[in-house]
């Protein structure tokens, strides 16, 4: 084990390329599995990304759509009818879930169906959070362990480092830097996966409530129209 961490410090003292690509090919097992996981990690962060900034902007103006068409319409049950049977618009699927139990009360006391038509509601809107909010936690996962994952790897590059030099008997800067360096790209990956996470789960989690407060004031006029 000695002889082939001495052979390694030997090979890195000639290492003067420090492209990205050399520094994960000369990590050892252990730093390059913590850069494979941090660049799947970025990866699957900017994917949950671009599918909720897209996921936002097409309930926002299907919403908006569907609140400018509802206030102008002659009744609830008139606009409901005319509806079409699938809707991705998260506020219409609540729309129409209420109005199924507003028909479906009509025989009962008006402190009855209002009752029920507003846990109805509750249940919906709860049912459209969580799928709006649906992969956030993944978001906040990564933006809180990818740096110390990235430090993890940082640790073990510089340990491998201070063995090589303690081997090799040589403190050299041509011994140390490429180590150093390798372990440092790791805490660097770690960063660049986590500070996009964090940023997008704030601002997701922003809108989230936003949205919400916009259908839970819909939800409120609804109910006192019925």
Do not use: C, H
């Not at 805490?187 to 789960?201: D, F, K, N, S």
């Amino acid at each position: 084990m000695e002889q082939e961490i001495a052979t390694q410090a030997v090979g890195l003292g000639g290492a003067t390329d420090f492209s990205l690509w050399k520094l994960f090919l000369r990590a050892d097992f252990i730093v390059k599995a913590v850069i494979l996981i941090l660049i799947a990690s970025s990866i699957f962060s900017w994917a949950l990304i671009f599918d909720k900034a897209r996921l936002f902007r097409r309930i926002d103006t299907s919403t908006k759509s569907f609140e400018d068409k509802f206030w102008k319409s002659k009744s609830a049950e008139a606009f409901y009818k005319n509806l079409p049977q699938k809707s991705d618009d998260p506020l219409t699927i609540i729309f129409k879930s209420a109005m199924n139990e507003v028909i479906k009360t009509r025989s009962k006391s008006t402190a009855v169906q209002s009752a029920r038509v507003e846990r109805v509601l509750e249940v919906s809107i709860d049912n459209q959070l969580k799928s709006i909010e649906k992969n956030f936690t993944y978001l906040a996962t990564i933006g809180s362990t990818a740096p110390f994952i990235g430090l993890f790897g940082t640790v073990w590059g510089i340990m491998n480092s201070f063995q090589s030099i303690a081997i090799s008997r040589n403190t050299s800067l041509a011994i140390v830097a490429p180590g150093i360096a390798e372990a440092l790209f790791a805490t660097a990956l770690g960063l660049l996966a986590a500070i996009p996470a964090v940023i997008a789960y704030n601002k997701f989690n922003s809108d989230s409530q936003r949205y919400f407060a916009r259908i839970d004031n819909f939800s409120k006029r609804f109910l006192s129209i019925i």
